[in-house]
Each structure stands twice: as structure tokens, then as C-alpha cells.
């Protein structure tokens, strides 16, 4: 049975779709049988992992997978262990299908259920055929948001070391303690990661370390800093990239931690 793990924080370029993406990458390096999941309309993860365009995918991504079931018919292969399920733009118009039933084509399928709880019963399909599902969201606390955490046993949280991603910490926290409550997947806080950070900038440092007075145990003790191999992903992603293991070094660090926290859990 799959464990599933969301990344996010609502604070736009905190390093959400670079994370999601070098993670899936790196546990199927490591044999593990991967799904990952664009819950963003922006579809950034999307062209990382299958280095198109996000609109190759227009009626065959996550939205149409929530709306008519049937998972598998959407599911992307990418690498040996590794599938995707994409997004594009028209997973913004998730919200108004859910409150009208009509769909971006104009289509009515009229849906019932509990809004936030559409992508996990959709992955109940595909839990067995994977050792992990990883799912990049947007930088809002949408729907595409609540329905990746109660679709999720663990959330690794965002920090890029500014002011404003730290205020919204406290509002995420407690859109997982919702999910908690709310969801059947027991949804919990398995660490926050400091990213992008500039090693040069005394209020970054200070930003850092006040995360880790705030939330301790939570925070996981590598911290990410800004490197170009690292931004250049975006450009070159991880079939054919000369500098890809400098992107991916700082990466590793974070990727043990994490792993050996979800084996002690
Ligand atoms: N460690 C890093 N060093 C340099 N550039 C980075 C690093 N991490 C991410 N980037 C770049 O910073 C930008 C923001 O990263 P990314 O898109 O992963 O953030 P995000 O949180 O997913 O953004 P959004 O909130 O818009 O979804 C991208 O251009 C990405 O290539
Ligand atoms: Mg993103």
C-alpha cells in the first residue's frame, strides 16, 4: 500500500514543484515504484517530469481522472519506477465543476461526495501498485490543496527563509491538522524543509532559525540553498542533463532524512 506524501506551503516559488519533482525522482532511483501528481494548474511538475508542454495533457490529466474515475486511463509513464498523473491550466476550473457539476467542456457530471475527499477515493485504485504517491500543489489553500493533504498520511512543508512564507506557516499547519480531522488518511506534518536559501543574507539565517524554535521537531536538519544546477532543472530535467547530480547533491541529504522518518513512523 502506497504512502502517500504532499509538499506545500500557499506562499508562491518556495521550491514546491523543484522538491516534488528531485523527491519522485530520487525514490524511484532507488526502486521504489513512484507516482507523482500535479495537483497545480500551473503544471510545473508536470513539464519537469515529462519535459512537454503541460497542454500536451488537456483532457487526459488529474481533473478528468477526479471527474470520470478510472485513474489508470490518465496515468503518464516517465521512467522505469516512476509514472505521472499531469496537470494543466484547466485544473483551475476544479472548484466550479465541484460547486456546479459542469465541466470545463461545458459538460455536466454532477458530483455529491465531499469536496475535499475526490482525490483520495480516486486513488484507491492504484494505493497497491506503488510504493509512494508524491503530490506538488498550488500556492493557495484551494481545493486542489485540501484534496492533496486528505489524500496524504504525511506533508512535507515548504520554507523559503522570507517573511511572508513564515506567516503563512501557521495557516497551513492548520489545514493539516483539517486534513486531520477531516480525511481517513490520519494526515500529519513529517517535516518542514528550509529551501532557497541565499547563504549570503543575514535575514535569511535569522528566518531560519526561528523555524526551528518554532517547530523543532519538525524541521528537517538539511537546508537547501539556491544553486543554479538546481533552478536549471527546469530547463534541462532529469533524462539528459550533464549537471544533474550537482542538482540533485543538496537533495540527498534531505531525502535520507526524510525516508528514515517515514520508516520510524
Ligand atoms: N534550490 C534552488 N536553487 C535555485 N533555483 C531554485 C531552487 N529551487 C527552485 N528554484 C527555482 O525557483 C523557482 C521556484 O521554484 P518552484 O517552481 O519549484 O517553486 P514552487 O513553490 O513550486 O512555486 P509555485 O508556488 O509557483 O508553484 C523556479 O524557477 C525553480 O527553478
Ligand atoms: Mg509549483
Redesign the pocket.
Known amino acids: 500500500m502506497a504512502i502517500t506524501i504532499t509538499l506545500g ?1 500557499q ?11 528531485i523527491l519522485s525522482y530520487l525514490l524511484s532511483r532507488d526502486g521504489y515504484r513512484v507516482l507523482a501528481i500535479d495537483m ?1 494548474s ?1 503544471g ?2 508536470t513539464e519537469l517530469l515529462s519535459e512537454q508542454p503541460s497542454n500536451e495533457f488537456v483532457g487526459k490529466s488529474v481533473l478528468e481522472a477526479m471527474q470520470h474515475g478510472n485513474i489508470n486511463d490518465y496515468i503518464v509513464p516517465i521512467g522505469e519506477n516512476l509514472d505521472l498523473l499531469p496537470a494543466n491550466n484547466f485544473l483551475a476550473t476544479f472548484p466550479r465543476w465541484i460547486y456546479t457539476g459542469i465541466t470545463y467542456t461545458g459538460d455536466s457530471i454532477p458530483f455529491s461526495g465531499i469536496p475535499s475527499l475526490i482525490l483520495d477515493h480516486c486513488l484507491d485504485e492504484v494505493r497497491d501498485e506503488y510504493d509512494f504517491i508524491v503530490i ?4 493557495s489553500l484551494s481545493e486542489q490543496t485540501t484534496n492533496a493533504l486528505c489524500a496524504s498520511e504525511y506533508v512535507v512543508v ?1 520554507f ?1 527563509c522570507s517573511n511572508w512564507c513564515y506567516s503563512a506557516i501557521p495557516n497551513f499547519m492548520d489545514s493539516v491538522i483539517g486534513a486531520n480531522q477531516h480525511g481517513n488518511r490520519d494526515t500529519k506534518v513529517i517535516g518542514i524543509l528550509r ?3 541565499d547563504v549570503r543574507r543575514n535575514d535569511a539565517k535569522a528566518f531560519n532559525e526561528m523555524i526551528e524554535e518554532d517547530y523543532p521537531d519538525e524541521v528537517f536538519k538539511k537546508i ?5 544546477p ?5 530547463l534541462y530535467g532529469f533524462s539528459d542533463n550533464s549537471e544533474l547530480k550537482q542538482a540533485l547533491e ?1 537533495y540527498e541529504g534531505f531525502y535520507k532524512e526524510l525516508i528514515n522518518r517515514v520508516e520510524r513512523k
Open positions: 506551503i506562499k508562491g516559488g518556495c521550491g514546491k514543484s523543484t522538491t516534488t519533482g497545480d500551473q510545473n511538475l506538488d500543489t498550488p500556492p515548504l523559503e529551501t532557497m536559501n537547501i540553498t539556491r544553486k543554479a538546481v533552478g536549471r532543472l527546469a543538496q
